[in-house]
């Protein structure tokens, strides 16, 4: 079973130094920020049997692309303003769309799951690959509370068209409350399960999880 990891030491990238009035206090704040930003957030892990090698390679070539579209700074800006409490998955999806587009993908395509009775769920994203697709799904305020990532998961194992997740989510959401929720790391737990020894496999051939 492959798996491979390029994530960096956890920090967390809104401090609470953002509310002082110092311009030494605000420029360091910003520059703690844009250091989190410009680290890479990325796990990858792969169904064991796997054998479409080529398949495989195509659809991780894709996921370098993405982690380079995320280390763009217009893109990174447009998340950091988006990234608040109150915000949607929507509006990240949303700063994402062209560079998606660009790639090949499909926003919100239908008919993905038309031989099930939850024929009118959509997946943010949808990219057609040879040998099984890609479902690329957008969390924010829900990924946990709600269980979104496994239910992203879920939504790949039952399509016919797809073999793949890409599943984009927070490093760090701030709770209504102030506190933090580290995202990033709960779901790496979560999807890390589905592919542990001895658990049954998934029909999932491939979890490419990003971070923001």
Known sequence: ??????????????????????????FFCHEAVQSIMNKNYYQRWTREGVVDSAALSKVDELAVKVQSILQKSDIQNAIAAIHKVGASSFSVQEALIGEMERLGFESEKKGLFVDFDVSGIRPDYFRNMEGGGILFEVERGKTIANNMDLLDVWKTHICQEAKHLFLLVPIIRTTQKGGEQKTFNSVEKRIGAFFAPNVPSIDVASVHLFGY
Request: neutral net charge; proline residues 8%; charged residues 15%.
């Open 1 to 26: 079973m492959a798996q491979t990891t390029l994530r960096d030491g956890y920090r967390s990238p809104w401090p609470e130094l953002t509310t002082l009035s110092s311009n030494f206090m605000t």
